[in-house]
């Protein structure tokens, strides 16, 4: 995004609100009332008023990242419930029938409730579910993938096969801690991550992850925004398509 507007000399400004919706909006009105020409916001900020007030002050503004069905917005992004829809059909489709999930914090997050959304929808389209303690929120990062597996696999009955992760740090975690535990991925424990971030494809083994074309999403939502301060007209929802990219942490459970 920020390429795409140093080539027509735009300044592009940054907030990060941290998942918080109350600091997301407050970053905004702050933004606008010092003339920004133009916004792009990460995800649906739920706060009340927010997009009627940068519609009265006529801002041409985007959503990046996710995308909403059905949203009244103009979105550039992806799917999130059908991207982990398809991670989890990629394990069912390799015999996995005992799934566990480590996930961010879903407050305030509806990318986060649509993944878990999109695992539980293939779960039950094959009669299966997730367990309450196959599940496992937390934080974002390393740490908390470790933490992750060892709260799922410290429960009582049996064992997930595969774990999905919410992102690539979750999985590398889930996978360092599944070293030090004695659980060889993927012949004991198939682990999945999302973002395929420059470390997955060398860690090792090499991280079964999604690949999302963050690149593509800045330099079409530039685009869109360079258009409307031009003159042009809205887009409606333009959706990217994650890529499977399958390494090596996923394997057909063994019998």
Known sequence: MQASFAEQNITLLIGCSNYDPKQAAAQVYAML????????ILGDVPEPRLFEVIQARRVPYI??????PGTSHPCIGFDNRAAFHAITRHLLALGHSV???ILQP?????????????????????????????????????????KGLRCIFGNAGPRPTAIICGNDLLAIGALLEARAMGIEAPRDLSITGFDDIS?????????TTMRVDNAE???????????????????????????????????????
């Open 33 to 40: 009332a010092r003339g920004v020409e133009a916004l792009a």
């Open 63 to 68: 959503i990046t990242y996710g995308s909403a």
């Open 99 to 101: 799934i566990g999930m």
């Open 106 to 146: 879903t407050l305030n997050n509806e990318r986060v409730v649509a993944r878990l959304a999109g695992v539980r929808d293939a779960l039950a389209e094959q009669g299966l579910g997730l367990r309450p303690q196959h599940l496992c929120e937390g934080e974002y990062g390393i740490a908390a993938g470790r």
């Open 199 to 207: 470390m997955a494809g060398e860690f090792d083994p090499a991280l």
């Open 217 to 255: 999403i800045g330099r079409l939502a530039a685009n869109h925004l360079l258009a409307r301060l031009s003159g042009g007209g809205a887009l409606s929802n333009v959706i990217i398509s994650p890529t499977l990219i399958e390494r090596r942490t996923t394997a057909p459970p063994l019998a």
